[in-house]
T-cell receptor, first 112, second 116 residues
Framework: GENVEQHPSTLSVQEGDSAVIKCTYS??????FPWYKQELGKRPQLIID?????GEKKDQRIAVTLNKTAKHFSLHITETQPEDSAVYFC???????????FGQGTELSVKP | DSGVTQTPKHLITATGQRVTLRCSPR?????VYWYQQSLDQGLQFLIQ???????AKGNILERFSAQQFPDLHSELNLSSLELGDSALYFC???????????????FGPGTRLTVL
């Protein structure tokens, strides 16, 4: 079945450094890849997404890249701030309905 | 605030019991999705309804069922509860059936279910 692998499971960086989280997916029919940020006890919030016809997308300090051939996509956060500390989830969706398959999550800690 | 509402926020019950979780989608959204989040399983898709009809199904247990009503709110029914059902249950909504461009899923605040 569909599967999304996410690495690393934990990531600790110094404030101002960059953070990179990587995901791979198994279903070649996947065409939409959102990233969600979840603070402790809160709902997942969409921070950026990318569709299969685009290789890269950027929104201020956040960027996502997609390699369809390798079935691999990554989240890049530059100039990290303590408020970026949270759990980040990648997900993949195919074009048969809206089912999102989530990665296992990455707990990002930004130390001041 | 995503515009998706869920009630109750917390639910504590005993094994063997039955509970109902409620979700109201954002105004204008036709799809409702249910996800279960537990420590060991992460975020797992349970089921999707689109305009009142079941649209997609994940690894939802037979003890669990859901429906979407004419006013588009949805309910998730969990019966014969077991300790392992303790989790956060999230509802999300999107404008259409979720398969097209622009069909972002917005999550509600979740219901924390504790089975004792």
């Amino acid at each position: 079945g569909e599967n999304v692998e996410q690495h690393p499971s934990t990531l600790s960086v110094q404030e101002g450094d960059s953070a990179v989280i990587k995901c791979t997916y198994s279903d070649s029919a996947s065409n939409y890849f959102p990233w969600y940020k979840q603070e402790l006890g809160k709902r997942p919030q969409l921070i950026i997404d990318i569709r299969s016809n685009v290789g890269e997308k950027k929104d201020q300090r956040i960027a996502v890249t997609l390699n369809k051939t390798a079935k691999h996509f990554s989240l890049h956060i530059t100039e990290t701030q303590p408020e970026d500390s949270a759990v980040y989830f990648c997900a993949a969706r195919d074009n048969q309905g809206g089912k999102l398959i989530f990665g296992q999550g990455t707990e990002l800690s930004v130390k001041p | 605030d995503s515009g998706v509402t869920q009630t109750p926020k917390h639910l504590i019950t005993a094994t063997g019991q039955r509970v109902t979780l409620r979700c109201s989608p954002r105004s204008g959204d036709l799809s409702v999705y249910w996800y279960q989040q537990s420590l060991d399983q992460g975020l797992q898709f349970l089921i999707q309804y689109y305009n009142g009809e079941e649209r997609a199904k994940g690894n939802i247990l037979e003890r669990f069922s859901a429906q979407q009503f004419p006013d588009l709110h949805s309910e998730l029914n969990l019966s014969s509860l077991e300790l392992g059902d303790s989790a956060l249950y999230f509802c999300a909504s999107s404008v259409f059936d979720g398969g097209g461009p622009g069909d972002t899923q917005y999550f509600g605040p979740g219901t924390r279910l504790t089975v004792l």
